[in-house]
């Protein structure tokens, strides 16, 4: 069972910056992905971005296109989120998640990726 864990969360002015980390228990596969979902209060939870493990493609939600950054070491099996420009509206919990076949179904969608982590609290005060 793969874990993932998560770290960097925390409270931040709107217009900071945060830099979440997430560390999977097992090697990553080249064809994996690793990516970030966001769930605010009382909404569903949504796609953030996602890294294409070997190639380094990335992709991005509209909403933080421009301001958040993704990448990754393969030496250290670790992705990282790079938050800019944070506004209030980035306030959630961020999991990351590894999909084991980036090409496997659309990957925006939650229900394509194999393994969660436990989530990490973000909060951006106006």
Known sequence: QVQLVESGGGLVQAGGSLRLSCEASSRTAGSSAMGWFRQAPGKEREFVTAIVWSAGTTYYAD???????????????????QM???????????????????????????ATWDYWGQGTQVTVSS
């Open 63 to 81: 909403s933080v296109r421009g301001r958040f950054t993704v990448s990754r070491d393969i030496a250290k099996n670790t992705v990282y989120l």
């Open 84 to 110: 800019n420009s944070l506004k209030p509206e980035d306030t959630a919990v961020y999991y990351c998640a590894r999909k084991n076949n980036f090409a496997l179904g659309l990957i925006d969608r939650e």
